[in-house]
C-alpha cells in the first residue's frame, strides 16, 4: 500500500492584525518531500502518528509538503497558494497511491477565504477522484460541510491539552488502510448546533468535554462505530462555521451514526452553561500568588496567549509583579525580536533600560520600560520534552533573560506558547525552584507544568485570545449562536 502524506496547519485568529505570511510559515516549519519525514519521525505529532502507523503496516509514504505557522491574523493568499499548488504537483507527481494522508488544522482563514481547509480539500478531491482521504485536525477546527463532503475520514485529536495528536495520527493512518482494504465503508453525520465554547472553558480533563468525550468513548467501542470527533472549535475566528461541531462515523451504518451525533448535540447543548468561565482580574490574582505558602504558583495569562492568536507581548500581570515587588519570579515569555535583539547585542552582564512588549496592539497595554541586567542570551533552540509535542524541536529565535529586581523577564524573537517548563529550564532557570511562574497560554500549558505547579491561577488580562467573548465584535458568525445570544 502507498499513501501520499502532507501538513498544512494554521489557526487563524481572524480580529488578530498580526499577519500569516511565508516569513512566518520558515519561523515555525516548513520542510518539504523527504525532509517531512526527517522532522516528524518519532515526534509526538500527528505527522508521527502516521510514519510510526505506516512503518508498522509495512506502508509506503509519499511525501511533500509539511508547513505549520504560529497562530494569528489570516493567512497571506500568496502563501496559501504557493502550499496548495505544491501539494497539488506533488500529489500529480506522486505515482500509484491507495490514499491520502493530510495533517490539516481546520480553523484556517485565509485573506479572501473564510474556509481554508475546504478550499483545500475540495481541490484534493478534485485531483484524485474517488481515492479515500484521511485527514487529522484539531481539537479547535472550525469544521464545515465542505470539509466533510471532501474528506474520507476527519480524525479529531480528542484532548485539550492536545497530548493525543500522535494517536490520532497513528489512527487516522490505520482507519484509511481498512478503507483501502475493504475492511470499512464509512457512512458520516455531521453536526453544527449553535454552541461557541470560549477557549478556558474547553480543557477536557473536567467540565462539559469531559463529559462529551467520556460519552464518545462510550459510543465507540460499539460494534459498527468507526470513529468520533467531537470539535470544540476556534471562536476566535469570525467566520459562519465557527463553533462546536460533532463527527461520527460509522461502518455501513447511517441511522447509527445520525442517532449518535444527535445525542452528542443534545448532550452539549444541556451543559452548554458549564462552557462559561470566569478568571480573576490581575491585581487579585498576583496577590493570592503572593499569599500562597507553596511554590511554584503558576500564573496563567490565559487571554495572551500565541497559541489562540493573541500577541504573546502584552505586560499587565509584569506590571503589577514589579509594582509589588515580587521575587524568585519568571515571567515566559514575552514576544518581542527588538527588545531581545537589544539585550543580544548588550550581551550577558550589562544592565540596560528599554522598552518591552506592548507594541503589537496598543487596544491590550502599552510597552512597559524597563531597566535591568541581562541574565543570559540564548539562539532560542530547545526540544520539547513535556507530553505535548515531544521530541520536536522548539526555536524561540534570540533569546534574553532580563532580570528586573525579583523578576525575571524571558523575551524571545519567535511567538511561542508557554506550554513546556523546558522553555524556562533551557535558559538556566529552574521553574521549580521559583515563587511565581507566569506563563501565556490558555490550556496547553496544563500538560506539562500541572505536575510541577502548587497551583494554578488563571488571570482575566488584556489580550486577543480573552474567554469573554463579549469583548469582541461578531459580525460574520451564523446567528444566534451561544453564548453571544441568549437561547
Ligand atoms: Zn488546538
Avoid at 521559583?434 to 500538560?447: F, G, N, P, Q, T
Wanted: hydrophobic letters at 45%.
Amino acid at each position: 500500500m502507498r499513501f501520499f502524506v502532507g501538513m498544512l496547519a494554521h489557526e487563524t485568529n481572524t480580529f488578530s492584525t498580526i499577519p500569516t505570511g511565508r516569513a512566518e510559515f520558515e519561523a515555525r516549519d516548513l520542510h518539504y518531500g523527504g525532509e517531512l519525514l526527517e522532522a516528524y519521525r518519532d515526534t509526538g505529532t500527528c505527522l508521527g502518528g502516521m510514519i510510526a502507523a505506516a512503518a508498522a503496516h509495512g506502508i509506503a509514504l509519499a511525501p511533500s509538503l509539511a508547513a505549520a505557522a504560529a497562530p494569528a491574523g489570516r493567512v497571506s493568499k500568496d502563501f496559501y497558494a504557493e502550499a496548495k499548488d505544491r501539494l497539488l504537483a506533488d500529489l500529480r507527481a506522486a505515482g500509484r497511491l491507495d490514499g491520502v494522508l493530510l495533517d490539516l488544522h481546520g480553523a484556517m482563514v485565509v485573506e479572501g477565504l473564510d474556509d481554508g481547509e475546504g478550499d483545500l480539500l475540495r481541490a484534493v478531491r478534485a485531483c484524485v477522484g474517488a481515492l479515500p482521504i484521511a485527514v487529522t485536525l484539531d481539537f479547535h477546527a472550525n469544521v464545515t460541510r465542505a470539509m466533510v463532503e471532501a474528506a474520507t475520514l476527519l480524525h479529531g485529536y480528542k484532548t485539550y491539552p492536545h497530548v493525543d495528536m500522535e494517536a490520532r495520527g497513528r489512527e487516522a493512518a490505520e482507519r484509511l488502510r481498512d478503507v483501502v482494504a475493504g475492511r470499512v465503508r464509512p457512512t458520516v453525520a455531521f453536526r453544527q448546533p449553535p454552541l461557541l465554547p470560549p477557549i478556558a472553558g474547553q480543557l477536557t480533563a473536567r467540565g462539559p468535554m469531559r463529559r462529551l468525550y467520556d460519552l464518545a468513548d462510550a459510543m465507540e467501542r460499539r460494534p459498527g462505530v468507526v470513529s468520533i470527533s467531537v470539535f470544540a472549535g476556534f471562536p476566535l475566528a469570525d467566520i459562519h462555521d465557527a463553533g462546536l461541531s460533532v463527527y461520527v462515523v460509522t461502518d455501513r451504518d447511517q441511522p447509527m451514526a445520525d442517532a449518535l451525533a444527535d445525542e452528542l448535540v443534545e448532550t452539549a447543548w444541556a451543559h452548554r452553561q458549564e462552557f462559561l468561565h470566569t478568571a480573576l482580574p490581575v491585581e487579585a490574582a498576583v496577590a493570592r500568588a503572593l499569599a500562597a505558602d507553596a511554590r511554584p504558583v503558576v500564573l496563567a495569562d490565559i487571554a495572551d496567549n500565541t497559541g489562540g492568536g493573541a500577541a504573546g507581548d502584552t505586560t499587565g500581570i509584569l506590571r503589577e509583579l514589579l509594582r509589588v515587588g515580587a521575587t524568585d519570579t519568571t515571567v515566559a515569555c514575552i514576544w518581542d525580536p527588538k527588545a531581545a535583539a537589544a539585550c543580544v547585542a548588550a550581551g550577558a552582564g550589562a544592565t540596560l533600560t528599554l522598552d518591552v512588549g506592548g507594541k503589537i496592539d496598543p487596544s491590550h497595554g502599552a510597552p512597559l520600560r524597563l531597566t535591568g541586567r541581562v541574565r543570559t542570551v540564548s539562539d532560542g533552540r530547545f526540544v520539547y520534552k513535556g507530553p505535548m509535542m515531544r521530541g520536536l524541536a522548539g526555536r524561540l529565535g534570540p533569546t534574553a533573560v532580563l532580570e528586573v529586581g525579583g523578576v525575571k523577564v524571558i523575551v524571545v524573537s519567535h511567538r511561542s506558547q508557554t506550554l513546556d517548563p523546558e522553555m524556562i529550564r533551557f535558559v538556566g532557570i529552574d521553574p521549580e525552584r521559583e515563587r511565581i511562574l507566569v506563563v501565556k497560554s490558555s490550556i496547553h500549558y496544563r500538560a506539562a507544568f500541572e505536575p510541577i505547579a502548587r497551583e494554578i491561577i488563571e488571570v482575566d488580562a488584556p489580550g486577543l485570545s480573552s474567554s469573554n467573548l463579549a469583548r469582541f465584535s461578531f459580525t460574520h458568525v451564523r446567528r444566534p449562536i451561544f453564548p453571544l445570544d441568549s437561547l
